[in-house]
C-alpha cells in the first residue's frame, strides 16, 4: 500500500502564490507518476497536474498552464504543485494522487488518493 498525505493549503488574495506538497510513504516503488485534481463545491474533481516518477515527463490542465508548476523531490517522495498568479476560480479541495501505470488526467490510473487540502482565493 502507499499512502500520500498533502499539506500546504490556506487562504490567499487573488494574485498570491501557494506551494502544495504530497509526501509519499509505504510502497513507494510502485508509484510511476503521481497528480494534482481540485475539486471546488458543487462541481466534479477535475486534473490539474501529474509528472512522472522517472522521467522528465509533466502535464497540466489549461486551465493552471502558465501558472502553476508540478514537481518532485524523489529522495523525499515528495511532489509539490507551486501556485502562481491564483485566481477566486482556484478555490478548491486539492488532492494529491499516485499510481503504478502512467503520469495522465485519467483519474481512473491512480490508484490512491490523499484527504485532499483546501484552498481559498479571495478576490
Do not use: H
Not at 87 to 95: G, H, L, S
Amino acid at each position: 500500500q502507499v499512502q500520500v498525505v498533502e499539506s500546504g493549503g490556506g487562504l490567499v488574495q487573488a494574485g498570491g502564490s501557494l506551494r502544495l506538497s504530497c509526501a509519499a510513504s509505504g510502497r513507494t516503488l510502485s508509484i510511476v507518476a503521481m497528480g494534482w485534481f481540485r475539486q471546488a463545491p458543487g462541481k466534479e474533481r477535475e486534473f490539474v497536474a501529474s509528472v512522472a516518477w522517472n522521467v522528465r515527463s509533466t502535464y497540466y490542465a489549461d486551465s493552471v498552464k502558465g501558472r502553476f508548476t508540478i514537481s518532485r523531490d524523489n529522495a523525499k517522495k515528495t511532489v509539490y504543485l507551486q501556485m502562481n498568479s491564483l485566481k477566486p476560480e482556484d478555490t478548491a479541495a486539492y488532492y494529491c494522487a499516485a499510481g503504478p501505470r502512467i503520469a495522465t488526467s485519467r483519474q481512473d490510473l491512480y490508484d490512491y488518493w490523499g484527504q485532499g487540502t483546501q484552498v481559498t482565493v479571495s478576490s
